[in-house]
């Protein structure tokens, strides 16, 4: 089992900026990725932005490149999101994912956390 908790959300106004972080427990020896997600209302979740856990690569949803960098530490078995010039669309429910099966999938999730801009 991988247990992840996910924090730094909150009320920023647009142009502003704001860190996510994910921390994970457990069997984190198991992950090969791990992934943030958000969740508008009435939308369906939505990929933001992945990275490997061994090689670091990344990559993003193009709604948000170049304005969102994802990043690892792997001594603290965490991943941040640091987001920038954030706009109003960017208000939703972001989630962090691990993938522990490298089959594809998104096989843990962690609770979630409110980030919400004003414009």
């Known amino acids: 089992q991988v247990h992840l908790i996910e924090s730094g959300g909150g009320l920023v106004q647009a142009g502003g900026s704001l860190r996510l972080s994910c921390a994970a427990s457990?069997?984190?020896?198991?992950?090969?990725?791990m992934g943030w997600f958000r969740q508008a209302p009435g939308k369906e979740r939505e990929f933001v932005a992945g990275?490997?856990?061994?090689?670091?690569?990344?990559w993003y949803a193009d709604s948000v490149k170049g304005r969102v960098t994802m990043s690892r530490d792997n001594g603290k078995n965490t991943v941040y999101l640091q987001m920038n010039s954030l706009k109003a669309e960017d208000t939703a429910v972001y989630y962090c994912?691990?993938?522990?099966?490298?089959?594809?999938?998104?096989?843990?999730w962690g609770q979630g956390t409110q980030v919400t801009v004003s414009s």
């Open positions: 994912a691990a993938d522990a099966t490298a089959l594809g999938s998104w096989n843990y």
């Open positions: 457990g069997r984190t020896f198991t992950i090969y990725r």
């Open positions: 990275i490997s856990w061994s090689r670091g690569s990344r």
